[in-house]
């Protein structure tokens, strides 16, 4: 239960307070603000508490950890960044009641397989508070809904875009890659010394990458990305997610490579490509089925809802012609016509429970009535084949791994621009 709970934290990029610590803190130093972020303010005790969860985070997963200042250093950029959004958040008015938070509690205990109260004791065992857990998520949330409603008129896939997508994947290019990387930031309009200085730094990590030292301890010592504290790590991404500058060189970078220094508008980068697959043909199983819908309203009960589509199901059994019922008596106006006939489909296309139903049925059987949120249904499986559907699953897929790419890449800049107009007052002691 522990490690579900763990790694379900980790997934949400959440980091939540030990309150174990709290007193032993609290005894030993006296709080005191450590940077005035604009209007707001990091506590000495916010720092250390995110210092406590960074370095358990990186000893789970192994990894060195970096000198202490410079994993200090990005905590405490971590926490601004943080403060800067909620602020911006604040200021539009964007936040998060209590009913859409508990929603969003259930949801997470609901994905660890457990109840509320099971969620909240296994919290307890890892001497998680449940407010701070729950004031974390809320401010993860916030942030968010903050990131999309910028992001939505930054972000525009033209169709040229999916087309060259789609003819690369159709070359050969449709392999996934495993990438680290680190970047050493610009600010915007940055003088000839700030980006000599900045190269400098970038090469000088290069060479010890060259001499073999961790990748994983360096991102976290000197990147500015938003991954420093994951190591750098950016996980799989498929070819159209690539960032732009390292898509051309990436077929010819061998795996535990690493590229030169890349300069992009927003600073120095390196990457390294940790793996890589080979994409697979997508094979779907698709279904060929009919159904008879009955909707409730005023007249129509729940209860009259199914005792006629009991009564029609009998008559299917008993000889009767079930598109003639359905043309007859479904409320689904589109499928009637067809005789109840939904076509080919395929999965995810239909609501979660009609999906079950079906998927549940042998070809030439009928359901018993179920309830969804259209009505009452019978459903018929008439046929099941498997399909080949790659290249519409790659039509599909293009438009959102292009917007994929492009929301790092403007996140990132975003982020650089927040910061780079916000008052910030650093008050780390030595």
Do not use: C
Not at 227 to 249: F, H, N, S, V, Y
Not at 259 to 273: A, Y
């Amino acid at each position: 239960m522990k490690t579900r709970v763990r790694s379900l934290i980790i997934f949400l990029a959440l980091v939540v307070f030990i309150e174990a610590q709290t007193p032993l803190l609290a005894a030993q130093v006296l709080d005191r603000i450590v940077a005035v972020v604009n209007d707001s303010v990091v506590l000495q005790s916010e720092l250390k508490e995110e210092l406590i969860i960074v370095r358990q985070q990186l000893q789970r997963q192994d990894m060195q950890l970096p000198d202490p200042r410079n994993l200090q250093h990005q905590v405490l950029e971590q926490l601004i960044l943080k403060k800067l959004q909620l602020d911006a958040a604040s200021r539009t008015g964007i936040s998060v009641d209590d009913a859409t938070l508990d929603a969003a509690v259930r949801r997470v205990a609901e994905q660890n397989q457990m109840t509320l109260s099971q969620f909240r004791d296994a919290l307890a065992a890892e001497a998680i508070g449940w407010e701070d857990f729950r004031d974390k998520l809320r401010d993860q949330i916030i942030i968010s809904r903050l990131r999309h409603q910028v992001m939505q008129s930054r972000i525009n896939v033209t169709p040229q875009e999916i087309a060259q997508f789609v003819a690369q994947q159709r070359g050969g290019q449709s392999a996934e890659y495993h990438l680290g990387h680190i970047l050493v930031a610009l600010p915007d309009a940055a003088s000839p010394q700030t980006i000599a200085q900045a190269r400098d730094k970038a090469e000088r990590i290069h060479r010890q990458l060259e001499q073999e030292a961790s990748f994983e301890t360096l991102a976290a010592s000197y990147s500015d990305s938003q991954t420093a504290l994951q190591g750098g790590d950016l996980g799989w991404r498929k070819q159209g997610e690539l960032p732009t500058l390292i898509a051309e060189l990436i077929s010819g970078l061998p795996v535990g490579k690493v590229t030169p220094v890349l300069r992009s508008p927003s600073g120095f980068h390196i990457f390294k490509l940790l793996a890589r697959r080979e994409g697979e043909r997508h094979i779907i199983t698709q279904t060929h089925a009919r159904h008879i819908l009955i909707e409730t309203n005023a007249v129509v009960s729940d209860r009259d809802a199914r005792r006629r589509l009991e009564s029609l199901r009998k008559r299917i059994e008993n000889g009767d012609s079930f598109a003639a019922l359905a043309k007859a008596h479904s409320d689904d106006s589109t499928s009637a016509f067809q005789g109840g006939d939904l076509g080919w489909v395929d999965p995810g296309r239909m609501v979660a429970t009609f999906e079950q139903v079906m998927d549940s049925l042998q070809p030439d059987e009928i359901s018993q009535p179920f309830h969804t949120r259209y009505g009452w249904h019978i459903v018929q499986v008439l046929n099941r084949r498997k399909q080949d559907t790659t290249e519409a699953y790659r039509r599909e897929q293009a438009a959102q791994q292009i917007q994929n790419r492009k929301l790092q890449d403007e996140t990132q800049l975003w982020l650089r621009q927040l910061r780079e107009e916000a008052y910030v007052d650093l008050r780390l002691q030595s």
